[in-house]
């Protein structure tokens, strides 16, 4: 049963696509890697995804997958370092979907939050201000939120950039778990090595999807050629597409 | 503590003060984490006009100065947001435009049918003329206050540290900002009669501003800005009765004596650190 269907879809920014025309559907349960130079548009993507973007033209088919399933990981979270808060807390905000406004936290709900700051390895950082933390321990603790939010569809955007080899592969086993959990898993990645190793499947994206399907069959050298090739800037004098929609 | 138990007048003014220095400061606290500070002083000025008109229609009544505050406080914040939304002009700038108007607006009105004296009162306050209806209408406004802050606390907190992540998971966001808004005029409102338009920021930014040296959580950071306020209303009445100086300014004033204290002992961030700097940490 399928979690999500791209249907003819196009996003992007004041009219110019930033992903155009996609069609395919993600898989219940699948690992994918989605993979394309800066500016492909996985990012943007994501965003359609998530449900911030929406569509310029053709539509995302989310299955019976409500905006509570779906936990999102930033390219670039915006968050306030200077703010006074610490880790415990900031992991225990992944409990908004069940808990909502004013639901209470229990017991389980701790055991959660703190099966979660381990998982991470960051047992002891609970009392921790969030502005004192390093690049990797944010990124430690923003897994761990998403670990206590406990969702089927998991989108991660470029999660392991910038950040430490111990911490990427401490971060990867969770993402090998989630799979074994039978969530489906997003991810955008640069590093073509990693995906080849951990990524069943890859959509390799230059604004068009250039291929989509498992990952030794799409990560072909002439493949990533024709992706590199894409342009990056929007055509200012661009006319409208005239590719049929369906 | 003579005055407060010889007149009545006295204990009025300290219970009203004490009722704004609970309601106000966890307000100014989330306006300062929000980098919201001036937009607090803006608005404050934006409800003089309203008031004014309240006056010019009923007089020294409360309940016309008030209503009419809060009807045209409520109006300039969302006609300020509105404004930013759909124009170039960021909300700093729309306020700023607001406030400078409604000044001037305020004043004009004031002086239509009012004398110097009373533009004083609308300016600085005049705390110590609160009676049992200017009090019953302080209190209640703390008790709503502090009920739906208690109500929008999470979405609030959130919006300030990762709104990405809040509108991932809810849509409380939007209407969670408009509720912190209007409790933002509603406590000026309270505020105004006690210490006028210009300094009734102060009760709930001042306190605000000191908690930061003083603690590291939100919660906090609440904690010593209403303690704060209490003891600057406190001591500001009781010098102002002293040495016969307006009470509002003199509440201001102490509370401002108490940020600069806290600037120089601070635990957190204060000046001395930097001058008698300990030994690092084993680990």
Request: with cysteine; aromatic share 8%.
């Amino acid at each position: 049963m399928p979690e999500l269907r791209f249907r003819n879809l196009t996003l992007g920014y004041e009219r110019h696509p930033a992903v155009h025309h996609l069609d395919g559907t993600v898989r219940n349960g699948a690992l994918i890697a989605v993979v394309g130079p800066n500016g492909a548009g996985k990012s943007t993507l994501f965003k359609g995804i998530v449900g911030t973007l929406k569509p310029l033209a053709g539509s995302i088919e989310r299955e019976g997958v409500a905006a509570r399933d779906i936990a999102y990981l930033p390219q670039v979270p915006d968050i306030d370092r200077s703010f006074p808060i610490n880790v415990y807390d900031m992991v225990a905000m992944g409990l908004w979907g069940a808990r909502g406004l004013f639901g209470g936290i229990g017991g389980k709900d701790r055991y959660a939050i703190e099966a979660a700051i381990a998982a991470v390895g960051l047992t002891g950082f609970e009392g921790r201000t969030i502005g004192t933390l390093s690049g990797g321990q944010m990124q430690r603790m923003l897994f761990a939120r998403l670990l206590v939010q406990d969702a089927r569809v998991i989108v991660l955007d470029e999660p392991f950039t910038a950040i430490d080899a111990r911490t990427s592969a401490d971060l990867l086993e969770l993402v090998r778990r989630w799979h074994a959990e039978r969530r489906t898993v997003l991810a955008a990645l640069h590093d073509i090595d990693l995906v080849r190793a951990v990524f069943p499947e890859t959509l390799l994206l230059a604004r068009e999807p250039v291929a989509w399907g498992s990952t030794r069959e799409v990560l072909t050298p002439e493949a990533l050629n024709k992706a590199r090739r894409m342009c990056e800037a929007f055509d200012e004098s661009a006319e409208a597409c005239v590719v049929a929609a369906e | 503590m003579a005055p407060f138990v010889d007149f009545e007048f006295m204990r009025r003014a300290l219970v009203g003060m004490f009722a704004l220095a609970i309601g106000a400061p966890p307000i100014g606290v989330f306006l300062m984490l929000r980098r919201m500070s001036l937009i607090g002083d803006a608005m404050a000025h934006a409800i003089l006009p309203g008031a004014a008109l309240g006056f010019l229609l009923a007089g020294l009544s409360l309940f016309a100065m008030a209503g009419g505050g809060l009807i045209v406080g409520f109006l300039i914040a969302i006609a300020a947001g509105l404004i930013s939304r759909s124009t170039p002009l960021k909300e700093d700038a729309s306020l700023a435009a607001f406030f400078l108007i409604s000044l001037a607006l305020g004043v004009t009105i004031v002086s239509l049918k009012g004398n110097n004296i009373d533009l004083m009162h609308f300016l600085f306050g005049s705390v110590l003329s609160i009676d049992n209806a200017a009090l019953l209408l302080i209190l209640g406004i703390t008790s709503v206050s502090l009920f739906v802050l208690a109500l929008i606390w999470r979405p609030l907190v959130l919006e300030c540290v990762d709104p990405g992540f809040l509108r991932s998971v809810s849509r409380a966001g939007g209407p969670a900002h408009v509720a912190f808004l209007g409790l933002v005029v509603l406590n000026l409102v309270g505020g105004f009669q006690s210490l006028g338009t210009l300094l009734a920021v102060g009760i709930m930014m001042l306190p605000a501003i000191t908690s930061r040296f003083w603690s590291r959580d939100v919660t906090g950071m609440m904690a010593v800005a209403v303690v704060s306020a209490v003891v600057a209303s406190y001591a500001g009445l009781l010098l102002s009765y002293h040495a016969n100086l307006p009470s509002g300014p003199a509440i201001i004033l102490v509370a401002g004596l108490i940020y600069v204290l806290s600037i120089a002992v601070g635990p957190f961030g204060g000046l001395i650190w930097l001058v008698l700097p300990r030994r690092h940490l084993e680990a």
